[in-house]
Each structure stands twice: as C-alpha cells, then as structure tokens.
C-alpha cells in the first residue's frame, strides 16, 4: 500500500532553516509527481511546492518562492523541502502528498498523504 | 488565484439524516478543452492528514462509500453525505486543482 513518511520537523528560530524529507513506499515513485501541502494550527490547507515525476518543473506557491527548494532523489524514493529564511508564519503541519495518477491532466490532484511533520517558527 | 469559499463553517446533523456542505469558486473551474470540472473533495479527521474522497467534481475515489457524493458545475458545488454514520465526523475541505491550487476553509460536521 501506499506510504508517504516524513521527517525533519521541529521547532527552530525566525531566519533559520531546515530541511523535510518525505520517504515512499508501496508505488512506483519515479512515476508521479509530488507535492508539498501545509497546515497553520487550526487553519485550512495551503499548497506549498510541487516537482515533476522526473525532477524537471517545479512549482512553488508566492508565499515560499525565493525562500523553498523542493527536490527528489528517485533511487532513494525520497522527497525534500529545504527551507530557508523561516518566518512565523511558516508554522504549520508539512505534509507531502502524491499528486494523482492523471500525471499532467490533473498536476494539483493529491491522492495520498502522509501523516504530516511539524515545524514551529519561534523566537 | 482562485478563491474557494465553503458554507456553512460548521455543521451538527443527526445520525442517519443528510449533511449537504457547499462550496463556491470565484471562477469556473471548468477546462473546456477536456469538458472536465477541476474540483475535489476532501475528508480530514482529527489528528489524520487528508483524504481524497471525490474529485471531477462528482467522481468518488475508490474505497469511498456510496453515501458520499459531489455535485455541481461552474463555480458552486455540493458534497452531500445521504445518512450521517459517526465516523463520517470530520472537517471536510473542497479544492480546486485547474490551476495553482487553493482550498476551502473547511466545514466541521459533528453529530447533533
């Protein structure tokens, strides 16, 4: 079955960085495209940052560009989200999110998700 | 961007009754080239991340039970749940994928 595992949330100061991975498991990883959602505490979902299923486009939403790399590594069917120059506001459950078997007809279908990682931007 | 607006912000209806949740896009979400309706949505209980229930706006996933369906066009749409079962409580969120992606606010269903 499908699993999407992510790691690397925590809790770190405005300016900071860090770094989110997501493991997959159960599918043909190198096949889809990938996503990166977000969650505030209490707040609806975001879209964050999406990648190609061969690492050629990626997409970011406005409120991260400049600031976000999202990135794969197909032999090790692993996602990435580096995050750099965290803000307050970055706060949120990350999950990453399988975009739909559609691939190009449907890009911004999310049919899986992993269980989310935290991130707290706090002085 | 597209603004996705749902209605009500929470819901409480008796077990077995229907729950009817709105949502409207502030554009049509529909791509003429394939005639399809680039919305979902989705079904998020406490502590769970997302999960797909329907998408083309009226196309349940599978393993999705029947009670849950979609409808509409353009830029207002429904999900309906025809009997409420308690395990049906949750927040459900609408999402619009023709373009740069954007979600409802969500809407809490809880048991009257």
């Known amino acids: 079955q499908v699993q999407l595992v992510e790691a690397g949330g925590g809790v770190v100061q405005p300016g900071g960085s860090l770094r989110l991975s997501c493991a997959a498991s159960?599918?043909?990883?190198?096949?889809?495209?990938m996503h990166w959602v977000r969650q505030a505490p209490g707040k609806g979902l975001e879209w964050v940052a999406f990648?190609?299923?061969?690492?050629?486009?990626?997409y970011y939403a406005d409120s991260v560009k400049g600031r976000f790399t999202i990135s794969r590594d197909n032999s090790k069917n692993t996602l990435y989200l580096q995050m750099n120059s965290l803000r307050a506001e970055d706060t949120a459950v990350y999950y990453c999110?399988?975009?739909?078997?559609?691939?190009?007809?449907?890009?911004?279908?999310?049919?899986?998700w992993g269980q989310g990682t935290l991130v707290s931007v706090s002085s | 961007d597209i603004v996705m607006t749902q209605s009500p912000d929470s819901l409480a209806v008796s077990l077995g009754e229907r729950a009817t949740i709105n949502c409207k896009s502030s554009q049509s979400v529909l791509y003429s080239s394939n005639n399809k309706t680039y919305l979902a949505w989705y079904q998020q209980k406490p502590g769970q991340p997302p999960k797909l229930l329907i998408y083309?706006?009226?196309t349940r996933e599978s393993g999705v039970p029947d009670r849950f369906s979609g409808s509409g066009s353009g830029t207002d749409f429904t999900l309906t749940i025809s009997s409420l079962q308690a395990e049906d409580v949750a927040v459900y969120s609408c999402q619009q994928y023709y373009s740069t992606p954007s979600f409802g606010q969500g809407t809490k269903l809880e048991i009257k």
């Open positions: 083309w706006a009226s």
């Open positions: 159960g599918f043909t990883f190198s096949s889809y495209g």
């Open positions: 999110a399988r975009g739909s078997g559609f691939g190009d007809l449907a890009t911004y279908l999310f049919d899986y």
């Open positions: 990648i190609r299923y061969d690492g050629t486009n990626k």
